[in-house]
């Protein structure tokens, strides 16, 4: 049997099938690995098994002494080896085939009862059974997924949003005056009172709903609803894509919120009536 450097095989074929695995990643040791059996393959189809050379009687006889279990009686050394026998196949070709030699007959021998035990002289064998982890036959590599790691990645993002933040709010305060009002007065109430712009969505609900309506029953739909959605959303996928439902739920609870806030900053007056900003002036202070 020739060595595996000398083994024959189809060029193309190896050729093709290592561009096609290390096109699908796999690592460049299994690719080679699994391109030279496709060409060997692929040679062997077309041209046929290679010879088997027959071993020496001498070597023979070593083999069987080595392996021998002590009780039994090794081959006869006169004992004629047997001839690949060859048979025309394709006599018009010229094509030659050897078909394998006859397996000699063995007969055990009958049991003694006793251990069996190495012949004097003869080297003791040591077999060992070890265990081998999948990545020492083939290395698996993780395929990079949708994820990434809390340091640097997103505390570098977080620190560079709160630089800019930061920035804004200096820039901001420095050209934007915010003055300290005068003592509350209870006998001169200013007209329009109005709630922080944070709480003019819920002022303006006052103006249709009956107050347990707009300052109980609503809030608390809003508030349970945004605790449930993690337990009624599991959709693990960030894309926009595959999350219409949830961005379209959002964005409606978002301008439901942002039109309520903007009709009360903008759009109420004197009495918390409507009112046209561009003709009846604007109330409202940060």
Not at 233 to 260: C, E, H, Q, V, Y
Request: aromatic residues 10%; proline residues 12%.
């Amino acid at each position: 049997m020739p060595p595996r450097e000398e083994t024959p095989m189809d060029q193309a074929v190896f050729d093709a099938t290592l561009q096609a695995e290390l096109t699908k990643g796999t690592d460049r040791r299994v690719a080679e690995g699994r391109a030279r059996a496709a060409g060997v393959r692929a040679y062997r189809k077309v041209h046929g098994e290679p010879e088997r050379e027959a071993k020496p009687a001498a070597e023979r006889e070593h083999a069987a002494a080595a392996s021998g279990d002590g009780g039994g009686a090794a081959p006869s050394a006169t004992a004629p080896a047997p001839a690949a026998v060859p048979a025309a196949v394709g006599a018009s070709a010229g094509v030659m085939a050897y078909a394998p030699p006859p397996a000699a007959p063995r007969t055990a021998p009958p049991p003694t009862g006793r251990v069996p035990t190495a012949r004097p002289g003869a080297p003791d064998k040591h077999r060992l059974l070890a265990l081998v982890p999948p990545e020492g036959v083939q290395r698996v590599e993780r395929e990079q997924g949708d994820r990434i790691n809390v340091f640097p990645h997103l505390l570098m993002e977080e620190f560079v949003s709160l630089l800019v933040v930061s920035f804004f709010l200096i820039v901001f305060s420095a050209f934007v005056n915010a003055p300290l009002r005068e003592l509350a007065n209870p006998n001169l109430t200013p007209n329009p009172s109005k709630a922080p712009w944070y709480f003019l969505g819920l002022q303006e609900l006052l103006r249709y709903f009956h107050p347990m309506i707009a300052g109980v029953i609503i809030p608390t739909l809003i508030l349970v609803g945004l605790a449930a959605v993690p337990f009624v959303d599991r959709n693990p996928s960030t894309k926009p894509g595959d999350r219409k439902l949830a961005i379209t739920i959002f964005t409606m609870l978002f301008m439901f919120g942002a039109t309520l806030t903007i009709a009360g900053s903008f759009f109420r007056g004197t009495g918390f009536n409507w009112a046209w900003p561009w003709s009846q002036g604007l109330f409202f202070e940060l």
